[in-house]
T-cell receptor
Framework: AQSVTQLDSQVPVFEEAPVELRCNYS??????LFWYVQYPNQGLQLLLK??????LVKGINGFEAEFNKSQTSFHLRKPSVHISDTAEYFCAVSDGGGGFKTIFGAGTRLFVKA | NAGVTQTPKFQVLKTGQSMTLQCAQD?????MYWYRQDPGMGLRLIYYSASEGTTDKGEVPNGYNVSRLNKREFSLRLESAAPSQTSVYFCASSGPGQGYGYTFGSGTRLTVV
């Protein structure tokens, strides 16, 4: 069965500093990997996704993530964060073999301080 | 704007009452989903509909029923609400294949007292 572990429940960081939000997954099949962002009182929106090919994927708002198959990780990074990046971030995995379920991690709350 | 529309945005129910959460998408997506979000637990799948005319249970289906009314609409019904169903509910839809990613509605915040 698939599972997703987000290693940090909260990440405080100062504005303009780099940040990494960690995500590990377990799956016995090929997977698709996603990061979503949720701003307060809103639904989730897709930041980026890995389907195949290059292991470094770029998303919206300057975020990028690297797929590491040997480490079964998909960490999200941004070189310089802004106050407006304060939100909750969810890592998710779905079955690349055609299943219809996506499993979400518990979320990481990113808090950017001035 | 194109997207997923959920109603209502907020609801307070008494234990034992019933209600239906409505969801509609205008992106011609085949698949639709209902998730609940609870603090520290991420999103958990309640039910999904891979295509019009089909529905399947997710991780936490007990106490819920769904109807895929047509390609656009997917409703979630609580027959007899319980305090454990206090949560934020999200509807989502996706295009062909799981690699498409989901488009989420803005959520329904439900409190059962």
């Amino acid at each position: 069965a698939q599972s997703v572990t987000q290693l940090d429940s909260q990440v405080p960081v100062f504005e303009e500093a780099p940040v990494e939000l960690r995500c590990n997954y377990s799956s016995s099949v090929s997977v698709y990997l996603f990061w979503y962002v949720q701003y307060p009182n809103q639904g989730l929106q897709l930041l980026l996704k890995y389907l195949s090919g290059s292991t470094l994927v770029k998303g919206i708002n300057g975020f990028e993530a690297e797929f590491n198959k040997s480490q079964t990780s998909f960490h999200l990074r941004k070189p310089s964060v802004h106050i407006s990046d304060t939100a909750e971030y969810f890592c998710a995995v779905s079955d690349g073999g055609g299943g219809f379920k996506t499993i979400f991690g518990a979320g990481t709350r990113l808090f950017v301080k001035a | 704007n194109a997207g997923v529309t959920q109603t209502p945005k907020f609801q307070v129910l008494k234990t034992g009452q019933s209600m239906t959460l409505q969801c509609a998408q205008d992106m011609n997506h085949n698949s639709m989903y209902w998730y609940r979000q609870d603090p520290g637990m991420g999103l958990r799948l309640i039910y999904y509909s891979a295509s019009e005319g089909t529905t399947d249970k997710g991780e936490v289906p007990n106490g819920y029923n769904v109807s895929r009314l047509n390609k656009r609409e997917f409703s979630l019904r609580l027959e007899s609400a319980a305090p454990s169903q206090t949560s934020v509910y999200f509807c989502a839809s996706s295009g062909p294949g799981q690699g498409y990613g989901y488009t989420f509605g803005s959520g329904t915040r439900l409190t059962v007292v």
